[in-house]
């Protein structure tokens, strides 16, 4: 797939000569910030010292470069015919949200974009957080690995189970109800369920063709910033709503939950 980045609100797509120019600002007796470069140096040398090798990549900033994501399709010698496994990262400078990862898949066929798992990198404000950094993420790593293997699972499961139109209709309210997309979309996202764009998905009523349904329209909306959070959400509602769950171990029993690794002093 291509990997796209939705943009809006004054992001733009920047190369890593841009990111690594972004002024890191100082820290304060109680505020330590991460340089966005410095974050993602430590996140590529730790994948593929795992054995993921990272083979595309996309960047973008916003707010006068004080809020980063990235994106970075991986490779492992697992690979699927329809999707990929991608991970998100993302910092900020000016304490909007902590730095993290998450854990995605993108569809070939439309280069939709869905994330499963966030790893949350909080962290006790201490003077020595750029120190430890590289070993935080390398205790991520683990995390990662079970993300993905989840995700697999899911993916098969959300092929294989049907999807009646009346689920389908609850599944719209909730996604409105937990904020995944607004009221105004719905209309948007039944369509899509109906008559989908990519013929790949009208092969039966599925929770895979619901899924995608969602993920066509949250792709030209939603900032990619926002979408680890959307399409997190998403899957667990079509997770309730197909009545699949995952366990640590990737077999079907209960969805994985996101995790935080916190930085000790």
């Keep these: 797939m291509s990997l796209n980045l939705c943009l809006h609100c004054g992001a733009h797509e920047a190369d890593l000569d841009a990111v690594d120019a972004v002024v890191t600002p100082e820290a304060t007796d109680k505020w330590f910030p991460v340089p966005h470069s410095l974050l993602l140096e430590h996140v590529t040398r730790e994948l593929e010292a795992n054995q993921l090798r990272v083979i595309g990549s996309a960047h973008a900033l916003s707010r006068s470069g004080n809020r980063y994501f990235g994106l970075m399709e991986v490779e492992n010698g697992n690979a699927n015919d329809d999707y990929n496994t991608v991970i998100g990262v993302r910092n900020s400078h000016d304490q909007s949200f902590a730095a993290g990862l998450a854990v995605g898949s993108g569809i070939f066929v439309c280069d939709n974009l869905a994330f499963s798992g966030e790893i949350t ?18 205790r991520c790593m683990g995390a990662i ?13 959300y092929k294989d189970a049907e999807m009646s139109d009346a689920r389908f209709n609850d599944l719209l309210v909730r996604s409105v109800e937990q904020k995944v997309l607004p009221v105004t979309h719905l209309a948007k996202v039944l369509h899509e369920w109906r008559m989908p764009a990519h013929p790949e998905f009208a092969q039966g009523k599925t929770s895979w063709r619901a899924f995608n349904a969602f993920t066509e329209v949250l792709k030209a909306y939603p900032n990619v910033s926002m979408l ?19 366990g640590a171990d990737g077999n079907v029993r209960r969805a994985p939950e996101s995790i935080t690794f916190e930085m000790a002093v």
């Design 121 to 138: 990198l909080a962290r006790r404000h201490t003077r020595f957080i750029e120190r430890d950094l590289a070993g935080l993420i390398g």
């Design 228 to 246: 680890a959070d959307r399409t997190t959400k998403l899957h667990g509602l079509v997770d309730g709503a197909s009545g699949i769950t995952l």
């Design 145 to 157: 690995g079970t993300m993905r293997c989840n995700q697999d699972q899911r993916i098969a499961a």
